[in-house]
């Protein structure tokens, strides 16, 4: 028997306002698919949400279909005038098979809502052989009108370790996009390696004005490469506008996965030493995973724009810092710690600054990163506290 968490990012700007008290909708965000086939044993989904409020409002947001129906028991408030996470109950059985999500916010009469980042967390438990995995690519909108590929922007690194995932793998590229024009005006997005090497049949076409979710057939990937995401227009008269980028990772008959816990998708950025929370905030809960094996690191996209001083980019609970990822690299960097040990029942943040000033640092993506054995490869029940 196994407990494992899968989370699902549902945001991508630095914040989103309203004040008004209708939900209203995110521009450009993610729009995420859910399917019930994609994971077994018992299932629980969750809504989080991290918002704020000002002085004497209530800050309101809900899981919504992306046609516009509310999800029953998905909403969540909170009365705090600073950025706070707050999570619904299971809404499992309120979630429709094969359909796009994506979430709303609304505040009291006279107040402003700020959302700061949201989510839903999946917990599996039982005889768990089927999963997926969400592993974001891309937060916070970005365009182009360029006809060649470029890197698209706010794109962050990922780092493929294929014995990380066992079992029958299929991994597939999705993204959220639109593009401006009509006719055969066209908005491609792709995936390639570090080395510019275009993956095959990761291609997603976009023709379409409005937002929508797009996903590849299935792709492969090379053990050991790092990818990101790039894309292009077909006219310079035309804008390739794209919401979000992740793979999907489906699982079946494993005993190995990695869950990725994104704190923030968006890119942001300091420029004093004294830092700066990111208001991404998780919670790590110790009875939200039962596995043979819990391996977990804190990693990070990183960049400075003077490589004379250092970006730092701490992992918090609020009072001391867990640990700690850094670079003096002007270009894009991916960081991983060593294994760390979040503590139970607590809260963590990242937090960004610089070692010195007159510099900017620049954070993608901070996120843990979970490698669990779900099955011990020498029989039941498990030999806990051995090394695998």
Not at 335 to 350: L, Q
Not at 354 to 364: E, Q
Request: aromatic share 12%; net charge negative.
């Amino acid at each position: 028997m196994s407990k494992i968490v899968k989370v699902i990012p549902l945001f991508n700007a630095i914040t989103g306002t309203t004040a008004s008290t209708s939900y209203v909708a995110i521009s450009a965000q993610p729009i995420v698919y859910w399917d019930n086939d994609a994971y077994d044993g018992t299932v629980e989904v969750y809504f989080e949400a991290v918002l704020s409020t000002t002085s004497g409002g209530t800050a309101y947001a809900q899981a919504y279909t992306n046609a516009g129906s509310a999800v029953t028991g998905a909403e969540v408030t909170t009365t705090s005038t600073t950025a706070t996470r707050v999570r619904s109950g299971d809404i499992k059985s309120n979630l429709s098979d094969n359909t796009d999500y994506v979430f709303r916010i609304k505040a009291s009469s006279g107040a402003t809502t700020t959302v700061h980042t949201a989510r839903l967390i999946v917990v599996q438990s039982g005889i768990v052989t089927k999963t997926e995995t969400q592993i974001s690519l891309a937060g916070q909108y970005a365009s182009t009108t360029s006809t060649s590929v470029v890197d698209r922007g706010y794109t962050y690194l990922f780092y493929y370790d294929s014995a990380q995932f066992d079992g029958t793998v299929t991994i597939y590229l999705e993204s959220t996009g639109a593009r401006t024009g009509f006719g055969s005006n066209y908005h491609f997005t792709f995936l390639y390696d570090t080395s510019n090497n275009f993956v095959s049949d990761s291609t997603l076409t976009f023709n379409n004005n409005a937002y929508y979710r797009k996903r590849s057939s299935a792709i492969s990937l090379t053990d050991g490469l790092t990818y990101k995401v790039r894309f292009r227009t077909t006219s310079a008269f035309s804008t390739a506008q794209s919401g979000d980028a992740r793979l999907i990772v489906q699982q079946s008959d494993f005993t190995k996965t990695e869950t990725h816990y994104t704190i923030r998708t968006s890119e942001q950025t300091d420029t004093t030493t004294a830092g700066s929370n990111l208001n991404g905030y998780i919670y790590w809960d110790n009875d939200e995973w039962s596995v043979v094996k819990n391996t977990i690191y804190y990693e990070s996209t990183l960049s400075i724009s003077d490589g004379t001083k250092t970006a730092y980019l701490d992992l918090n609970d609020g009072t001391s810092d867990l640990v700690t990822n850094s670079t003096s690299s002007t270009s894009k960097t991916r960081v991983r710690s060593s294994a760390i040990t979040p503590s139970d029942n607590t809260t963590y943040d990242a937090q960004l600054s610089i070692s010195a000033t007159t510099a900017t640092a620049t954070s993608n993506g901070p996120r843990l990163i979970v490698q669990s054995i779900i099955t011990n490869p020498y029989g039941n029940p498990p030999f806990y506290g051995m090394n695998f």
